[in-house]
């Protein structure tokens, strides 16, 4: 599914990916779809970034063609909880030779990335163990705010989540996209200095990808879980005047209908409060071009 033609210069986006929590296949997540975080990124030069490994990066594994040729593909992840890794082990790419996966992410206070990966691979949660990964995987812990990769510019900030988080913003040749997942924003209740902070590093975005897990009305008997409602997903946009705003990390809960009344709802208050900005609910196979 693509919202526009197709163009030589453009970054594309695809989701893979969007419930959180825990994957929930069935009739009421048909049309968003029941797998964890995953979402590609591929820019005109071919370069592929893939943000998250939930279990939406199977099947991202599955469509790619990792037995010929070769595959350089660099996997940022936002932290370690089950939700944005599981679905690493049964990535596709990463059991060919040709392969080569630099998995980067947030230092961790107890455990080194590769080590947090490689446990979940142990043999008495998994048959089949880091080492027998045939591709080149390599482990970077991120260091300071902002690095380039290859034609890239990637920027950081950490969110507000249970465990250490980072959020990301993606600048290529003028065009930028932020991924900001399992976040509490909690605008009302947040510093206004660490607000406008936040406002600061999501400036100016063409797509702004944001936990949007809670309404309002939940928000209050889940406050301090590290997740967002999609009132304030829709407030940052409009401060932030970004183009595009995909609603994502829905709850396991939530049915496509639910989020159907979400996304009419935060398109509703969009149109009143800003001219330029659309928005989007994330959905497996939804390719937005920037």
């Known amino acids: 599914m693509t919202t526009e033609e197709d163009k030589n210069d453009t970054v594309k986006v695809k989701f893979w990916g969007a419930r959180g929590s825990i994957p929930v296949p069935g009739s009421r997540t048909v049309k968003y779809g029941g797998n964890t975080s995953c979402v590609e990124v591929r820019l005109p030069t071919g370069q592929l970034i893939v943000l998250d490994a939930g279990t939406g990066i199977r099947a991202l594994g599955n469509s790619l063609n990792y037995k010929e040729g070769h595959l350089d593909i660099t996997l940022f992840l936002t932290h370690y909880h089950w939700d ?40 008495i949660y998994f048959p089949v163990s880091l080492s027998r990964l045939k591709a080149e995987i390599k482990f970077d812990i991120i260091w300071g705010k902002y690095f380039e990769i290859g034609d890239i510019r990637v920027e950081t900030i950490e969110a507000k989540h249970l465990g250490p988080t980072l959020s990301y913003k993606i600048s290529f ?51 301090g879980w590290g997740h967002s409602t999609w009132n304030d997903s829709a407030w940052l946009a409009v401060e932030a005047e970004v183009q595009k705003l995909a609603l994502f990390h829905h709850d396991p809960e939530r049915s496509d209908r639910q989020v159907d009344h979400f996304l009419e709802e935060c398109n509703e208050e969009l149109t009143a409060k800003s001219k330029s900005t659309t928005c989007w609910g994330a959905m497996e196979g939804l390719e937005l071009l920037l």
């Open 84 to 123: 944005h890794i599981q679905g690493l082990p049964f990535f596709g790419p990463a059991y060919h030779p040709n392969n080569t996966i630099r998995i980067m992410g947030i230092d961790h206070p107890e455990l080194h990335i590769r080590e947090i990966i490689s446990a979940q691979m142990e043999p």
């Open 173 to 223: 040749n003028g065009k930028s996209l932020v991924y900001m997942t399992d976040t509490e924003l909690d605008r009302n209740g947040t510093d206004s200095k660490l607000l406008d902070k936040i406002v600061a590093f999501v400036q100016g975005a063409d797509l702004l990808i944001h936990d949007a897990q809670y309404s309002d009305q939940e928000y209050p008997q889940k406050k």
